[in-house]
């Protein structure tokens, strides 16, 4: 079915376009972007999983860690000719769903 497909040259140059286009940009994004600035506001033991929702959106992946629900937020932006920028904050809660602890990172730094 698909063998006489390849064989038109339109679909080979479009092919080859997207192919190309996909080396040159050399870049891939992973994740979803979320506000960096309202991380201070978090407050262990204090603030729930519905005000965490209410400032940073659904959650871009969720898990576990020693039996504590874990929250991540991230986002990855991976280039071939420009430094990596990336940021997350994972996000573990108590058993009541208050924030039990989180760690936030960034490579977009000063030291």
């Known amino acids: 079915m698909f063998n006489g497909l ?4 339109k679909f080979k140059s479009v092919f ?13 994004t992973v994740g979803k972007d979320f506000s960096e600035n309202k991380v201070s506001s978090i407050e262990i033991n204090t603030t729930s999983k519905a005000q965490i929702k209410a400032l940073f959106g659904s959650p871009w992946r969720v898990g576990s860690e020693s039996g504590e629900t874990t929250w991540t937020y991230g986002l990855y932006e991976y280039s071939a000719f420009s430094n990596t920028q990336t940021k997350d904050i994972v ?5 009541d769903g208050t924030v039990a602890s989180y760690t936030f990172n960034t490579t977009k730094h000063s030291e």
Do not use: D, E, H, Q
């Open 6 to 9: 390849f064989n038109y040259p």
């Open 16 to 28: 080859s376009a997207l192919f190309l286009g996909l080396i040159l940009s050399g870049c891939a």
């Open 91 to 95: 996000i573990r809660f108590n058993a």
